[in-house]
T-cell receptor, first 115, second 111 residues
Framework: GDSVTQTEGPVTVSESESLIINCTYS????????LFWYVRYPGEGLQLLLK?????QKGSSRGFEATYNKETTSFHLQKASVQESDSAVYYC????????????FGIGTRVLVRP | GGIITQTPKFLIGQEGQKLTLKCQQN?????MYWYRQDSGKGLRLIYY???????QKGDLSEGYDASREKKSSFSLTVTSAQKNEMAVFLC??????????FGPGTRLTVL
């Protein structure tokens, strides 16, 4: 079946440092799945951070970027300079079918940003 | 904007008990989902529904029933709770199939 592997947390960084969370995927049911990063901030529900539905494209939101790389089957999340408010759990996910109804999630990466 | 409400927030059950979780959304979204999250694991899809009275099985449907009574509500039933089971159940909805909106979750503990 389809699977998503991401950096195991917790990841601790200091404010203004750069952050990268690795995500690789294996999609057997669809050649070019839709790729997502979801985030759960403390005390809040899971919400979409960014999505890319076309291979080779880059998505960005709140200073985060991720590029859909079909050659390496990767979708790493990066931010050049993190803030304390970026402390959260980040989930990489892929949309398994062409209708996008079934998402396969990674285990989540907890990020702690020190002030 | 809209909101997804899940009830109850915490659910404590006994082994073998049938337990029902409820989800309401006011986005007017067509598709609704139930996921289960265990500690150290990603979310796993239990059931989803693309319209009222529709049900589609996910990867984890065994041991669960679901019901889409109307467009705005989607309930999930644990048919027989397993002893020492602990998990968070997340409800979500979507309209364009690219973004799912999630509720706050129901935390289940089985004694």
């Amino acid at each position: 079946g389809d699977s998503v592997t991401q950096t195991e947390g917790p990841v601790t960084v200091s404010e203004s440092e750069s952050l990268i969370i690795n995500c690789t995927y294996s999609a057997t049911s669809i050649a070019y799945p839709n790729l997502f990063w979801y985030v759960r901030y403390p005390g809040e529900g899971l919400q979409l951070l960014l999505k890319v539905i076309t291979a080779g494209q880059k998505g960005s939101s709140r200073g985060f970027e991720a590029t859909y790389n079909k050659e390496t089957t990767s979708f790493h999340l990066q931010k050049a300079s993190v803030q304390e408010s970026d402390s959260a759990v980040y989930y990489c996910a892929l949309g398994e079918d062409s209708a996008g109804n079934k998402l396969t999630f990674g285990i989540g990466t907890r990020v702690l940003v020190r002030p | 904007g809209g909101i997804i409400t899940q009830t109850p927030k915490f659910l404590i059950g006994q082994e073998g008990q049938k337990l029902t979780l409820k989800c309401q959304q006011n986005f007017n979204h067509d598709t609704m989902y139930w996921y289960r999250q265990d500690s150290g694991k990603g979310l796993r899809l239990i059931y989803y529904s693309i319209t009222e009275n529709d049900l589609q099985k996910g990867d984890l449907s065994e041991g669960y029933d679901a019901s889409r009574e109307k467009k705005s509500s989607f309930s999930l039933t644990v048919t027989s709770a397993q002893k020492n089971e602990m998990a968070v159940f997340l409800c979500a909805s979507s309209i364009d199939n690219y973004e799912q909106y999630f509720g706050p979750g129901t935390r289940l503990t089985v004694l």
